[in-house]
């Protein structure tokens, strides 16, 4: 409903356009917890190959949305296809997990949460390459050594357990395991949140190599409107679970038309930044979220 | 005679030791820096620069067998040597905000009596004086209702609003210095520029100095006069804030300056710093940073070089003056 | 920020320094816990040796040696029926570790695959079913074992499969909240996300994770565990007399201390006690490391 009040930016995430390329695609995805409504009739599109962002403040519904699309989280209503497959409801048997497991994968934001610990990388990657590709152990040795490389982890990080790799080195390892299933899609859910800005740098640049080499395409969940400029080609802006500005990401960070967007912008700390009160704002949005129980 | 010459709070040659299994660990080495009265400072780091241990130190609240050398005077008093009545007195002029208000804060008690509590038992006000007081700083942090607030459970508060309620029970106590710790980080990010203005105005109005620890470069220079930056445990430049973006001498703070993605414009790719941060245990025997650097010589690692005083501040690199006005160009392209 | 190494200096140096010595079963268990697995390691021996190397017949009675103490190589003297003393608490190793040793590992299987079950499905099934663990944690464990001697028969069987029943809701409900803890982690979703089957996670990751946990709580239990039993067999619920076994023992020796000779109940009670104490020191130095590991 947030959407039709806003103009939508024609771009490749339209969703009015035709699904036919469409990698994922998104339509009237709702979710509720009890009476609150986290998501509310959310649609978009993502191209083969495409990189979408969705940008957000806590309590925005952007990491419920990753959850349903990754199949983590039922949705109340709407559907989310990908590669033309249904995945809005569980999935029946060991293949279509697979399956869609080949198609959708997700790096998660703790870098120290989201490996086992008693697991060493290579042998995380290993499990994966097993179930998805079979094959001899030798061949997927080879495999691990390469997605290793493509993830700029050498054999001895490889072979360490996650306690001995910092957190850097932790969340290449996370991405080399989630590439290994060879999907189509990669969602990112605050994946470089959580890093140290010279090390936010190299993932940075490291997922646009990964993209560039393996054409997969990346959901982006993200605060962070520069992380957000950095790697994805279009940005959606959601406020309460609800849609209220999307378009090109250049364009709706030079340009914000929605009320909140132009907040989102103007609260980023930049050369010359100063901070100002949330009152000095003629035209704010409706922020009340300040006499809010917030859950964190 | 220290704030005779216009300096409240002044740090030399702090170094910090930690007993970790049964050895002592260097968490700081040579941290010096001042605050003049009225005055804002920001520290800035990455994981285990030592920023946060550096406001710890100040604020007396390291671990239990913690070494600590060189000296931390305020007013022209030794900090280090503070007890009983005195350590009191000094923690009502030197408060601290941390960057998780809930871990700070009794979760069981309402917010009226967390913010009361030390006025009524260390400074002997009266409940009715307290409270008026407490509503009244909440007024001043933007929280109209406060009355009602102080009513409440901190579980029934947003992080932003909790946080506004320790800044205002912070400056309860009429601080002449406040140590904010990260105090934006865990908020949204315009509900940072909410909080970060208000702390900006309480600070102007009141004339108090302000050590505003962040690993955020450009909050930094937005509200502080002089931003510091560290690594490895030591301060490895210190600067007026538009020079440190614009003119960085060290390069580590290029590195900084270069490695964040831009909001404004479009890098195809980021000049990242090679290697991980270092905490100061782990650190080269030489310049700290010595390892990670692009501009690195062989001289480099021989000898830790020192804290040297160049026009507006100070800088930890050997190199500075010859590589003055290359670093934003260096590290740009990449 | 910075502040992330800093909780490694809660951990007491002592610990710290132990930490890295011993054992690769027992690490950071300390001199106690190796001290402890020493006395342990020495009573399953027994346990399983008791019985040929007891020097005597362990059934044979003699009425004219009854309380007879110390004689020539009856070290220990003898019992009211004139059995020897020593024979028989050797040869009542077996069923007095052996017992316990079965409620573990059944009330330890029940009990983990009822915490992860409940931990990974959540919902309904975790409502119900941890219910119906509430109601079976109100019977205590001697009332079951009644109830089991009267279905079955009274004996060993009867008694530790009533004794494993009792424990499986505590362990349920100890492992439970590990299992939750684990379940909510990052790298669980990410194997589901994969593709991977819910029981392949479950043994291969989340039980694997929790084993630190299972074999601490299980080396506690098992210290309760030979407690009860001697107690269910002091009833006369549990080892049938003639047959040698520490609780009996403890039972029947009751006639001699009230007549003055508390051999065979005192040598009997501190075989109990002793390997009790060993297995909860150790449990508790496991139980510690094992928090000190999942951080």
Redesign the interface.
Known sequence: MGESAVPLASGPSDPSGSTGEALLSVRGLTKHFGTNVAVDDVSFDIARGGSLAIVGESGSGKTTIAKMVVGLLAPTSGTITTCGHDRSTPARGAAERRRRGAEVQIVFQDPYSSLDPRQSGASAIDEVLALHRGGSSADRALRVAELGDLVGLDDRQLRALPKALSGGQRQRVAIARALAAEPQLLILDESVAALDVSIQAQVLNLLADVRADTGVSYLLISHDLAVVRQITDDVIVMHRGVVVERGATRDVLDHPQAAYTRLLRASVPTPGWRPRRRSEWTDAPDLSDVSDVSAG | MSAADGRLLDVASLAVQ?????ELRT?LHDVSFHIGPGEALGLV?????????TARAIARLL?A?AVTTGTISYAGGDVTALKGAALRSYRAEVAMVF?DPRAHINPVRRIGDFMTEALRTNHGVSKADAVARAIGLLAEV?IADGQRRLEQHP???????LQRVMIASALLTEPRLLLAD?PT?AL???????V???L??LRRERGMALLFIT??L??A???CDRTAVMYAGQLVEQRTS?QL??DPLHPYTA??V???????G??T??????G??R?AYEAPAGCAFAD?CEHVEDACGEARPPLEPIEDGFVRCRRATELRGMLRAGGRHG | MSLVELPTTAVPPARRRLAGRGLPLLRGTGLVGHLCAIVLLGALLVAVFGAAIAPHDPDLTNLSFAFVGRFQDHYLGFDSQGRDLLSRLLAGARTSILGPLVVVLLSMLFGTVLAIATAWKGGRFDTIVSAALDVLFAFPAIVLAIIASVVIEPGLKAASLALSVAYTPYIARVLRSAALRERSRDYIAALEVQGLRAWVICVRHLGRNMLPIIVAQGTILFGYAMVDLAAISFLGLGVQPPQADWGVMVATGQSGVLQGYPMESLCAGLCIVVVVIAVNLLGERLSDRSTLVTR
Not at chain 2, 45 to 53: A, C, D, P, R, T
Not at chain 2, 188 to 194: E, G
Not at chain 2, 269 to 274: E, G, N, T, V
């Open positions: 930690l007993p970790v299994g049964g968490v780091g990455e994981s285990g620069s030592g920023k946060s241990m671990p067998g960057q933007g579980h029934e508060l947003s992080g932003g609003l990260e980080t949204d990010v315009t509900t940072q520029a909410d970060m203005a208000i900006d105005d690993h955020d450009e909050l220079s937005a509200v538009s973006h614009d590195g900084l270069g490695a964040r993605p831009r909001i404004d479009d890098v790719r980021l000049a990242a710093i090679p991980r941060p905490s990670r």
